[in-house]
């Protein structure tokens, strides 16, 4: 379980998030929706400890809200998919999935490159040489070689062919539900959200003030209050 009890953030002196009070079930696949500007990606740097916060925010039973990011993720088992995020890019597309996976979990590259065949092919070539799409697709492959608790996701159809959205989509479906793996997700694409998500909160202006779940998943139910209406 993650819970987050009034939990605010702030760059510099600017308060971004104001007491915000949610609590996400072990296996939940929440999503965070919300316009533009309205806190979304800086909840999910509030859980990571990447921007300065207050409030408390426990994991699994433990406090994490005073631990460093990299001690949050490694022992939290916490995986984040984010463009570019944790790439090392001068390294080939097979250094980058391999790089630190227990060999067992080697033989899961084969799910990897089935899931997205492009990076078979250009598996020898340096990140840098990829799009966005499918850098976003070899930081997803990572993840699937290392089994996390938590996926954190930020707009992973940002600025991507719908055919690639597609096939991201398809293999975070398949990642989470897999395991008993928690999800936070922010995605524009409200109806993509609602695709894979069984809760759909959203942001107004750092604020917390909506809270869908079960039937209420429905892009036709939340839009309104997702975009501002
Ligand atoms: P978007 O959908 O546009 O990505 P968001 O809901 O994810 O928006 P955040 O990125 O969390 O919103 O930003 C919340 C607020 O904090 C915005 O007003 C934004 O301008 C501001 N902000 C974000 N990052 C920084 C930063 N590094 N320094 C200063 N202000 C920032």
């Not at 993650?2 to 929440?30: C, E, H, M, N, R």
């Not at 965070?32 to 921007?51: Q, Y």
């Not at 479906?173 to 069984?198: G, H, K, N, P």
């Not at 779940?213 to 209406?229: C, L």
Request: with cysteine.
């Amino acid at each position: 379980m993650l819970d987050l009890q009034s939990v605010s953030a702030w760059y510099g002196s600017t308060q971004v998030l104001f007491d915000i009070d949610l609590t996400v079930p072990a296996g939940q696949k929440l999503a965070i929706a919300g316009t533009n500007g309205a806190g979304k990606t800086t909840l999910l740097r509030s859980v990571l400890g990447l921007v300065k916060s207050r409030g408390e925010i426990h994991w699994e039973g433990r406090r994490i809200d005073a631990t460093p990011c990299h001690r949050r993720v490694r022992d939290g088992g916490i995986a984040v998919v984010h463009e570019g995020r944790g790439l090392i890019t001068a390294l080939s597309v097979l250094d980058n999935l391999t790089l630190g996976v227990e060999p067992a979990a080697l033989r899961r590259l084969d799910d990897v490159f089935d899931a997205f065949p492009v990076l078979a092919e250009r598996r020898d070539q340096p990140v840098t040489n990829l799009s966005g799409g499918e850098q976003q697709m070899v930081a997803l492959g990572r993840t699937m070689l290392r089994p996390a608790r938590l996926l954190v996701i930020d707009e992973p159809s940002l600025g991507l062919a719908p055919s690639i959205v597609a096939q991201l989509y398809a293999t975070i479906a398949r990642m989470s539900a897999a395991a008993e793996t928690t999800v936070l997700l922010v995605e524009q694409e409200l109806r993509l959200a609602c695709e894979i998500a069984d809760r759909v909160v959203v942001l107004r202006a750092g604020h917390l003030v909506r809270d869908y779940s079960g039937s209420e998943v429905n892009f036709d139910i939340i839009v309104d209050a997702a975009t501002g209406g």
